[in-house]
């Protein structure tokens, strides 16, 4: 059984930018630990009597279920806070909010839309607070992701990753994880549709750092090319449906098909964040065939979570 040693404990985890390699790992190693454990039907109360607080701005299925099940199986009790029922959302700041909440709780799960929120929070709570996803970033997929990656092709670095689609919330914790952890990553997008400039910086930044690279193409096939893994996620984030019918137009040809997946080769797999639109950034056949890791990468949540909470929550 890793430890869950002292290091990590009230750390905050709002940005993949502010851990390191090694703590990223440790959360890893813990994550394969804690899956083994409950595979086996071994009890694991890490967190015995703790209570999580999900605050949640945006609607969620694996997110909110994870977080839930997980802290369940450490022990602990989850409390789903949706915004609208909060003083939050008629006024209350996001500071006394902070500052109340961390008189009952032991962390904080917060899904919203700005990353400054989370920042705010985080910085205002005298517990750890973890960001479920906002318009920047999404941290907690990103450790779903790399733990699926190694679980799947045993190890990360030099192992090249191609994103396509949107350079979302998605791509850009995923990318700067995989620069950190010495993973090549390749994002294809349409013009307009790159990164945001700071998430490629900070990965670049970690990639000099650890060897790996990153590079920002227009090209789906020669960005598939070589690649271990293709992964994508939807075209219209959360807050954008009023520009799906131009996200629509502007991103055909960036979906994995089976062609697509040809060009990577038999040995490529295949992640998706989820929830999946058939037909649009990923083809059903694709998403349900044998090179898919999906539905693995949707249960490492649970278990990459779990590592999270041991690892922060005092
Ligand atoms: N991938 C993900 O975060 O899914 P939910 O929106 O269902 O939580
Ligand atoms: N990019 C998507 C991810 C959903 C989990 C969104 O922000 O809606």
Known sequence: MVTASAQLKGRSFTRVADWSA??????????????????????????????????????????????????????GTGLYLSAGDLQLGRGETLKDTAMVLSRYLDAIMIRTFAQADVEELARNASIPVINGLTDSSHPCQALADVLTIRERLGRLEGVTVTYLGDGNNVCASLMVAAAKLGMNFRAATPSGYEPSSEAVEI??????????????????????????????????????????????????????????LDVAGTSAIVLHCLPAHYGEEIAEDVLYGPQSAVWDEAENRLHAQKALMALVIS
């Open 22 to 75: 090694s703590e990223l790992e440790r959360v890893l190693d813990l994550a394969d630990e804690l899956k083994e454990q409950q595979k086996r039907r071994e009890p694991h109360h890490l967190l015995p009597g703790r209570t999580l607080g999900m605050i949640f701005q945006k609607p969620s299925t694996r997110t909110r279920v994870s977080f839930e099940v997980g802290i369940a199986q450490l022990g």
């Open 203 to 260: 990965a670049r930044e970690a990639a000099a750092e650890s060897g790996a690279t990153v590079e920002l193409l227009a090209d789906p096939r020669e960005a598939a090319a070589g690649a271990d893994v293709l992964y994508t996620d939807v075209w219209t984030s959360m807050g954008q449906e009023e520009e799906r019918e131009r996200r629509l137009r502007e991103l055909a040809g960036f979906g994995i098909d089976q062609e697509l």
